[in-house]
């Protein structure tokens, strides 16, 4: 049982690049969502799922990406990668139903330069 | 004005003394509490989780809500140098499902031995 497990660790873009980072969880949990984290900001909420085919918007949407083809993954794809966009992300998942918190990964360390 | 305020600390204080952290919030609607435990480098992990108001035990932490307050507080006593982490409390709304949480700044503890 590994949790959620995302990848890469560690990323480096130039501005303008595309890419997409991967998260996988092995608990079966329905719920899942993508957070960034920026210091004196806390955690944002930039897309999340609550099933195979269902993802919704969060707090901080744009230029982001996601899809949902399978309970177990979750990707979520930068368009053309902006400075702004340098953060630490997080993806999350949990069981259906109240009572229940997030449980997150180690996280993606990206930078674009 | 955030959804949710947190004092981001540093906060430092000697082994074995009771840690105060607490949460202010503004949006009425917020009944599911949680405090998340962050080490360096690492995702946030599920400390307490609390339903409406009142208080929740778990060993040496203690969660409170005050919803008359909108005020939440976590209490870690007989505090340990393994304890010294950042600490995140978070909420969510029934009417969102509980899928998607908003997130305090965080408070940076060290514990001293």
């Known amino acids: 049982n590994a949790g959620v497990t995302q990848t890469p660790k560690f990323q480096v873009l130039k501005t303008g690049q595309s890419m997409t980072l991967q998260c996988a969880q092995d608990?079966?949990?329905?719920?899942m969502s993508w957070y960034r984290q920026d210091p004196g900001m806390g955690l944002r909420l930039i897309h999340y799922?609550?099933?195979?085919?269902?993802?919704d918007q969060g707090e901080v949407p744009n230029g982001y990406n996601v899809s949902r083809s399978t309970t177990e993954d979750f990707p979520l794809r930068l368009l053309s990668a902006a400075p702004s966009q340098t953060s630490v992300y997080f993806c999350?998942?949990?069981?259906?139903?109240?009572?229940?918190?997030?449980?997150f990964g180690s996280g993606t360390r990206l930078t674009v330069v | 004005q955030k959804e949710v305020e947190q004092d981001p600390g540093p906060l430092s204080v000697p082994e074995g003394a009771i840690v105060s952290l607490n949460c202010t919030y503004s949006?009425?609607?917020?009944?599911?509490f949680m405090w998340y435990r962050q080490y360096s480098r690492k995702g946030p992990e599920l400390l307490m989780y609390?339903?409406?108001?009142g208080n929740k035990e778990d060993g040496r932490f203690t969660a409170q809500v005050d919803k008359s307050s909108k005020y939440i507080s976590l209490f870690i006593r007989d505090s340990q140098p393994s304890d010294s982490a950042t600490y995140l409390c978070?909420?969510?709304?029934?009417?969102?499902?509980?899928?998607?949480?908003?997130f305090g700044q965080g408070t940076r503890l060290t514990i001293n031995p």
């Open positions: 608990m079966n949990h329905e719920y």
């Open positions: 609390t339903y409406s108001s």
């Open positions: 949006n009425s609607a917020f009944q599911y």
């Open positions: 999350a998942s949990r069981l259906t139903g109240v009572g229940y918190g997030y449980t």
């Open positions: 978070a909420m969510s709304a029934p009417s969102q499902g509980a899928q998607k949480l908003v």
């Open positions: 799922s609550v099933g195979a085919g269902i993802t």
